[in-house]
DNA sequence: AATATAAGCGGACCGTGGTCCGTTTAGCCG
DNA sequence: CGGCTAAACGGACCACGGTCCGCTTATATT
């Protein structure tokens, strides 16, 4: 019988080996989708990179799709982050409608830069809500230090929405618009939504 | 040597027996989707029903999500005449902001009810730019209607976004929203777009 | 009707994502 | 330190999407 009992339901540490294989999963799977582009990564080449079993892989990641979102998570922190404590416009110090603006416009430019690694995360209820509700937890702020009235939720929803790689990826590759267009339209539907 | 020549490039008329099949396949896809359920419905299985090898299926459509985008749009179609030419407010008849906000309204259940069909037909690039783009066309014609100024297009994809399944998903599996709050944050975005 | 020919056909074959299960090993306890 | 158990491992195995290529057949032409 163990010493302490396990408050609630701890998810259980992980054994020593499995965080190594873990980390080893990773950091391979990150070497390859920088090297030979994510199309290119299959689930035995990432296996055989990091020098574990196929089955070992799937158990860490439940499948490709969240390994993705795992090597994709990886620069996403580093964006939040930036979000939070960088420099204005994007981070505090400049006003509300200059931030959100901002804010936009780094998300837009992020979501294209990582579109192949995106489109393979897949689904996003796949790539955790986490992602997706940051962003949507930060423009509520913003819209509610810009006195913004009604259902914010939604509104930010509304505001994130166009931001989507699947809308991005019609406009961009299949119509053409150029990014400063897609700004502009954005810029546009914010200071419609805020009334400024 | 033909007797008629070719005017421009005509893609070449499908053969009778080419055309019957593509016939049959579609017709043995639908069967299964609706027996069986997207998810059940392989490629081998499809193949089988119609009476056809895999070779033929895969010519006829490039692949899976092209032949479920077919199986869509037979549903697809039928929604974009009611909207052309059905009965008020979706269709013609009814003053435009109440139009605009029937189709919102309209196009959320008809995504919500084709849910799975649209996950397997995948990415919108694939499931070739008609649909979304008649949407687009359509709600930018109401925003004329209605007096709306400036980058009617982007407008009408910000307008869009927010009924993609991609995000629907989100807001109904993951976060539990309830359809009723969907539509009346979308009525409230909408009003707020064209300062109603 | 006979012939030519390009379009169409089908199913063997392949790569990849994902599962399963017999074997190994980390972590704990006496 | 030796033994025990649950967790983790790994690779054989399977299913499904997608390709390939030698054979068949619709259609046009005479």
Redesign the pocket.
């Known amino acids: 019988?163990?010493?302490l009992l396990p408050l609630a339901d701890e998810p259980?540490p992980?054994?020593?080996?499995?965080a190594?294989?873990r980390e080893a999963i990773l950091a391979a799977a990150l070497r390859l989708v920088r090297t030979q582009g994510v199309g290119?990564?299959?689930?035995?080449?990432v296996?055989a990179e990091a020098?574990?079993?196929?089955?070992?892989l799937?158990?860490?990641f439940?499948?490709?799709?969240g390994l993705m979102a795992a090597v994709l998570n990886e620069s996403e922190t580093a964006w939040q982050a930036s979000v939070i404590s960088g420099p204005p416009p994007l981070g505090p110090g400049a006003p509300p409608l200059e931030r959100l603006l901002a804010f936009g416009h780094s998300r837009l430019r992020t979501n294209l830069t990582h579109a192949e690694l995106i489109a393979a995360a897949g689904h996003p209820g796949a790539r955790s809500a986490a992602a997706l509700s940051f962003a949507n937890m930060h423009v509520r702020y913003l819209l509610g230090e810009l006195g913004v009235h009604g259902d914010l939720l939604m509104l930010a929803t509304a505001l994130l929405a166009p931001l989507e790689m699947v809308v991005l990826d019609q406009q961009v590759n299949a119509e053409h618009i150029t990014l400063e267009r897609i700004e502009a339209g954005w810029d546009d539907l914010v200071r419609r939504v805020v009334r400024a």
């Open positions: 019988m163990p010493h259980a992980e054994r020593a080996d499995a190594r294989n290119c990564v299959t689930m035995d080449t296996a020098g574990v079993g196929k089955g070992t799937f158990r860490r439940e499948n490709r799709e």
